[in-house]
């Protein structure tokens, strides 16, 4: 079973910039297509950003392409995501999860994902 941690979710202000991180460990950061999905109350939980282990390729959705930037941090074992201009629609809980299987075709499908961790609490104020 992988083990997922987000943290960094806070409080913020439109227009500030927030780096969220997901702690695993080094096998999973480095052996995994990595993904962020984000949730509100009441909603289905929506695909965020995705990087491909095999080719490296990063995905966005199209609500976040420009602001958002998910990398690898292979010294500290996590994957971050820089969330810049952020607005109070992209308040919600976030969470990273890990896939095997993921490619170009399918990485914003929320059945491809194996493992995912608790979430974090994002709040952006208007």
């Known amino acids: 079973q992988v083990q997922l941690v987000e943290s960094g979710g806070r409080l913020v202000q439109a227009g500030d910039s927030l780096r969220l991180s997901c702690a695993a460990s080094?096998?999973?950061?480095?052996?995994?297509?990595m993904g962020w999905f984000r949730q509100v109350p009441g909603k289905e939980r929506e695909f965020v950003a995705a990087?491909?282990?095999?080719?490296?390729?990063?995905y966005y959705a199209d609500s976040v392409k420009g602001r958002f930037t998910i990398s690898r941090d292979n010294a500290k074992n996590t994957v971050p995501l820089q969330m810049n201009s952020l607005k109070p629609e992209d308040t919600a809980v976030y969470y990273c999860?890990?896939?095997?299987?993921?490619?170009?075709?399918?990485?914003?499908?929320?059945?491809?994902?194996?493992?995912w961790g608790q979430g974090t609490q994002v709040t952006v104020s208007s």
């Open positions: 990087i491909i282990w095999s080719d490296g390729n990063k």
């Open positions: 999860a890990t896939s095997f299987h993921l490619t170009s075709g399918n990485y914003n499908s929320l059945w491809m994902y194996d493992s």
């Open positions: 080094a096998r999973t950061t480095r052996s995994y297509s």
